[in-house]
């Protein structure tokens, strides 16, 4: 079975950075697709950004310019740094990946921006 383990999420003040990982474990012989999602209270899980095998990304118009996703295909690893958060970039941050061609998430990390 394939796991995709979330780190670095915290608090921090308005206009600071938080640097979130996610590996993906198990048995992988692929990954393709990874990328990073959001969800806060009584909202629907949304897009932040995603990354190909290759490198290409795509970023919510929301985040561009102050999110950088990143991955490490030699660790099965993908990053996303924030820089200037918002109090309204506060949520649940969830990873995704496609692994051995299935979808997979991880089990989330808050991020909570005070203003």
């Known amino acids: 079975q394939v796991r995709l383990v979330e780190s670095g999420g915290g608090s921090v003040q308005a206009g600071g950075s938080l640097r979130l990982s996610c590996a993906a474990s198990g048995s992988i012989f692929r990954t393709d697709a990874m990328g990073w999602y959001c969800q806060a209270p009584g909202k629907q899980r949304e897009l932040v950004a995603t990354i190909t095998r290759g490198g290409g990304t795509n970023y919510s118009d929301s985040v561009k310019g102050r999110f950088t996703i990143s991955r490490d295909n030699a660790k099965n690893t993908v990053y996303l740094q924030m820089n200037s958060l918002k109090p309204e970039d506060s949520a649940a941050y969830y990873c995704?990946?496609?692994?051995?061609?299935?979808?997979?998430w991880g089990q989330g990390t808050q991020v909570t921006v005070s203003s």
């Open positions: 995704s990946a496609n692994v051995n061609y299935r979808t997979f």
